[in-house]
């Protein structure tokens, strides 16, 4: 009876220890994955953010304007040539 | 001795059969007491020196030994906070700071690497293999090869595999808009540590605060997990700046063609809002660019609008007489005899460049007269004058939060003599920065109240501070709009569409105390008269191309600017002859 008992106890503390080392094991790993997720997330900031100087270097006004004039041949709009419609005007 | 031995090797049978230890005749033995308790004594001692080992080892230097252990596995790992962008008015990246690498080596370790290597990595750093071997040839434990290395450089050096080379990580600022923003936004040093204008001005808030982790990491250099909770990093704030990108690109390349066309020494401009008080545009030339700040000097770093002064002259006179109707001397049509275009006060003498004979109140404004100008002043108390220049902004510092901007200087009303109250009327004996005759402006172009002045964007209605009727400033208006048109000192300022109104100002320049041919050129003026939304100031340093007035030099430019701006806010024109504006020339286009 009692060698029972304690052989079942055993047991039970064989099998607590095996599932201890395994939940540490499965901690440590997941830790790892959001380490590596969060270094990931840092990663596409820093790439955003180069995207967006990038961004503002291309739409400079200057670049804007002198590529319109060269490549697409436009000018400037003066009002001289603007004709302006007045709403409800006969 | 022999005695011990004979019986222990007789005795050692019987042992082995069972004897209790007891009944052991070893036991029976008589040893001399001394050498008994000099065997207890040595075993006592050791047993004193574990005990005193122990309480060495877990009581007193228990700290010393768990920070040994913990410096072999557990790591503080920097988080370092990112700094605040910088944007204009429509949210476009004015100011960012990007990782990068600096590239640090120890020297001592270096020295056994091969020639090959050592020359590939100076070519990839871009400097000689002298240049590398001087860097390298240091007592020093640690030195800087070279700082804010683009990211995909280093790697390559990373790659190449010497020993006792490194990286590490750090920040490096990115003005995408360069030159033309160059003297507001300012530029951080290689700590990313602002230096000049808002970079400067905006330090604490735009720099941020790094945090850390405590860490223990494997043997692979894994994070296994935190010791204790992170201390995030604090990003530093972005800073929304009251600027116009496009409005600033359109002031920056008209006052650089400008410039370039006038041979002139330097140019400033400035073009605020009205109803707002914001600077929506500030350039000044020569100007660098916050890339490339490799041959940097005093005068392109110069933020001439706001930290030189001049005196304004001519741009003056608007005040003078805003008092004169205010206090009720006379009114726009009152007239003023200006012949024979010269007057002497005490020693000296003033005059016009023409004769105008007699002149009324508005057209004193609209051809520029010194002597009408001064006779109104003449009637004035010194310190009503003051008064007037003191509360548009002259000769106080601006409250704008920007480093370096000047006060100028108006002299305290007590020393005034008479001849320099008439000169003062017209701009003479007092100096301020471009920015300040701006704003003295807001006066006109509001009804009668002026406003601060603001860099950064703001959403709230800006409180007015009254400083002449509603009346006094509908009629200067109208007064400015004349000097500003076909008859007036500035006609080039005219822009089809849209009606403006301004002052042209010609100023000697002082050197060594004296007046000598070398002029400043401005021109201040708001559009669109029927409802004023920028004020628009332009400053050119020694235009030196035969032409030096201000209403050849700084007008033309402040009608272009004011045309391009107000199409790019898409204000309505408001000229009220006709809705339709016929070509000035015929239409050139390829379609």
Redesign the interface.
Known sequence: MNARVTSVLALALVASALFLVNAQYQARRLFIELERAQAQKRQLEIEWEQLRVEQSRLGQPGRIETNAKRDLNMAAVTPARTQYLTLGAK | MKRLASMSSGQRVAAAKGMPFSNSPVLTAKLSTGRSRFVLFVMFAALLALAGRAIWLQGLSKDFLQKQGESRYVRTLELPA?RG?IMDRNG???A????VKAVWAIPEDVKDAPEAKLLELAKLLGMSKRELDKKLDSDKGFVYLKRQVENDVADAVVKLGIDGIQTRKEYKR?Y???A?MAHVVGFTNVEDVGQESMELAHQKTLAGVAGNRRVIKDRLG????DVRAIREPQDGKDLTLSLD??IQ??AF?QLKEAMDAHKAKAAGIVVLDIKTGEVLALANLPTYNPNDRGALTGAQLRNRVLTDTFEPGSVMKPFTVALALERGFVKPETHIQTAPGKMTIGTATIGDSHAHGVLTVEQVIEKSSNIGTAKMALQMQPQEMWEMFTSVGFGQQPKIGFPGAVAGRVRPYASWRPIEQATMSYGHGISASLLQVAQSYMIFARNGDTVPLSFQKTSAKPIGQRVISEKTARAMRKMMEMAAGPGGTAPKAQ????RVAGKTGTAHKLAGGKYVNKYIASFVGFAPVSEPRLIIAVMVDEPSNGKHFGGDVAAPIFATVT??AL?ALNV??DTTKT???????G????I
């Open positions: 990112t962008k476009h990246v004015l960012s700071s990007l990782p990115y995408p808009e360069g033309a894994h994070i296994v997990e990108s496009k690109h359109i390349t822009v089809p569409g849209y045309a391009n199409r309505a024109p809705n339709i504006v016929i070509p000035a020339q239409l050139k286009e390829s």
